[in-house]
């Protein structure tokens, strides 16, 4: 086990930081009152909207955005073009030819999300539907400040199961509701962001949701929100010693209430088995699966390793704001919402762990810390592959060694591969599948294990924990969270972040030369790669004993402390970036080295490792 790996893990209870107040931010508020009527036969549904909207920018709003998500399910639609043209589609959204399966798709198949009636203020306003998006022209102007209520007739067609959202899943789930609703589009700093619905995920406006769904009363439902009249619903509601009266009609109205949360999600269907779990001095567990005896075993065993990942994320990030999460089966592999997830059931034990462990994750680097999706995905996708592989490591006692190992084996692969493209890029527009999914996931997981190898372990745990203290509930972008690790660190950071996620630039050291030098041993040090780093040097004697070296980034304007505590360190002037070559003196003979390792933790992504190593001949 490398000592770094070891250090990570040791330091994940430090305590959290004090917050400070981030001056000039501003965010939107909304208001969602909805109610629904699903008929689980035609999988047609109809709805009312409220929406109070308040623009606490510091403009005056002449226009609005709405997403209709399920208009992508047609044929003819961006996601089904950019599927047909894309070089590696996503294998569940083609068939065994490499057919889009939206392509195929009929009118009753198809998923579509229209407004009927749109009215701001009591006043009708001109829309339009372009694909996924509504344009609405305003009747009156939304001054700083104020607010405004818009109220929407919508009907909506639930498409087969393809991607994400859907009807009769591949696991005979009947319904999977995410994106099902008329969403308002965030206005930020940056403007509007409106943006269709081709393949990647999401952003939202912060606020409440009162939702009532009207459907089949056989049918459970699970998903986002508080219900709030359990005892009349029942369906593993219901307070215990609670006797639920029987229900008159085929129909139960469910209702949720949401808090401060920026999506609602649903998930339904007559065979579910609910089941509940108490984290201790934490919040309700519901989980909800398909009565099959295949399952079972697995779904059972799940739920204490729920708890021990809600325990080691709220330690380790910050406490779970919430008083529930709900696991559910549905959708087409694994999905984050705010307060629930959804994920696919049939599993081997350790993939269903893994696969909730990495939702889970996402409650905190998604749904509390709201980065947007469709610009900053590694933010979401790579934090959340860094803390929950340190999670799996603990509650499943595996990958002890190296958690990260596979991570950074396959964004070597992308950097050498030539397909890379720097993680500024908007998601949509990656050119390969394959290049968006290792840029944000395995490149953004190691922004965060390499920048612990850059200011110390206890550092990067420190920051992680001030970063969500100050920007939770927020919309923080990734300047945010470089200077909260400035402010931890007391190192200046603006080259790590511009190199690793604004370029494709690489990192590869060398140990160059090793030669004699009277009695002293002169080792010279290559940068062969673009992207600076500080480096760290292992020397081992042939005696076995062992010493490091540390050569500082000239840039960083700081020191990181010693991350192997019973090895003694000496730390070495400085290497300025445009000195391809730095050279340095061991008072010790040639002859009484055995070898000499750069960066032994292997935590810095150098994409050549052979050249990392010199061994006496």
């Not at 997830?341 to 599993?347: A, E, M, V, W």
């Not at 612990?452 to 420190?462: P, R």
């Amino acid at each position: 086990m490398t000592k770094s790996i070891f250090t990570l893990l040791a330091v994940l209870s430090l305590v959290v930081v004090s917050a400070q107040n981030k001056s000039g931010y501003w965010q939107q508020h909304v208001d969602y009152t909805m109610e629904v009527n699903m008929d689980v036969e035609t999988f047609q549904y109809t709805g009312t909207q409220k929406l109070v909207y308040t623009n606490n920018s510091p403009d005056e709003l002449n226009r609005v955005y709405f997403h209709l998500y399920f208009n992508a399910f047609q044929p003819g639609s961006e996601m089904d073009i950019r599927l047909q043209n894309i070089a590696d589609p996503d294998g569940r959204m083609v068939n065994e030819d490499k057919v889009s399966r939206i392509s195929l798709l009929s009118d009753s198949e198809m998923g579509y999300l229209h407004a009927t009636s749109l009215t701001q203020d009591g006043n009708k306003v001109n829309y339009s539907e372009e694909g996924t998006v509504l344009v609405v022209d305003l009747d009156q102007p939304i001054a700083p400040g104020e607010q405004t209520t818009f109220n929407m007739d919508f009907k909506g067609q639930v498409p087969l199961q393809i991607r994400r959202s859907g009807r009769n899943s591949e696991e005979n789930i009947a319904l999977s509701m995410s994106q099902w609703y008329p969403k308002l589009a965030e206005y930020d700093f940056e403007g509007w962001h409106a943006d269709p619905y081709i393949a990647r995920e999401f952003h939202g406006v912060w606020g409440d949701y009162d939702v009532k769904l009207t459907l089949d009363k056989n049918y459970t439902v699970g998903g986002t929100g508080y219900l709030q009249n359990a005892d009349e619903i029942g369906h593993g509601y219901e307070s215990p010693g609670t006797k639920v009266k029987k229900q008159k009609g085929k129909t139960l109205t469910w209702h949720f209430k949401a808090p401060m949360v920026h999506d609602f999600m649903w998930a339904a269907d007559p065979e579910y088995v609910h089941d509940v779990q108490q984290v201790p001095n934490g919040p309700t567990l519901h989980f909800f699966y398909k009565d099959d005896p295949k399952l079972l075993e697995n779904w059972k065993k799940l739920q204490p390793k729920t708890v021990e990942a809600m325990e080691f994320f709220s330690k380790n990030i910050g406490e779970y704001p919430y008083d529930q999460y709900s696991v559910i089966q549905g959708g087409d592999g694994g999905m984050e919402y705010a307060m629930s997830t959804l994920i696919t059931g049939d599993r081997k034990f350790g993939s269903l762990v893994g696969v909730m462990a990495h939702e889970l994750a996402h409650s905190w680097f998604q749904h509390i810390l709201a980065t947007n999706e469709a610009k900053h995905e590694w933010m979401d996708e790579g934090f959340t592959s860094f803390i929950s592989r340190l999670c799996m490591s603990e509650i499943m006692d595996s990958d002890k060694d190296n958690p990260f190992e596979g991570t950074y084996k396959g964004y070597r692969n992308l950097a050498l591969s030539g397909k890379e493209q720097p993680q500024t890029t908007y998601a949509d527009r990656y050119a390969l599948n394959f290049a968006y999914g290792i840029s944000a996931y395995s490149k953004g997981s190691i922004f965060l294990s390499q920048l612990g190898y850059v200011i110390g372990q206890d550092k990067l745990m420190e920051t992680l924990r001030k970063y969500y203290t100050d920007f939770k509930f927020k919309h923080p972008v990734p300047n945010d969270f470089k200077r909260v690790a400035e402010k931890v660190s007391q190192m200046e950071l603006d080259w790590y972040l511009t190199d690793w996620t604004q370029t494709t630039n690489t990192i590869d050291y060398t140990i160059k030369e090793v030669e004699a030098k009277d009695n002293a041993t002169k080792i010279t040090l290559e940068r062969v790669g673009l992207m600076p780093m500080p480096i760290d040097i292992l020397v081992v004697y042939e005696d076995n004993t062992k010493e490091t070296f540390y050569a500082p980034l000239r840039m960083m304007r700081g020191e990181k402390d010693n991350p192997y505590a019973d090895i003694e360190r000496t730390v070495l002037e400085d290497w300025p970036w445009a000195y391809p070559t730095y050279t340095f003196d061991i008072e010790k003979p040639m002859s009484s080295i055995k070898a000499i390792v750069i960066d032994p933790s292997q935590l810095m992504a150098d994409v050549n490792l052979e050249n990392n190593v010199w061994q006496a001949e």
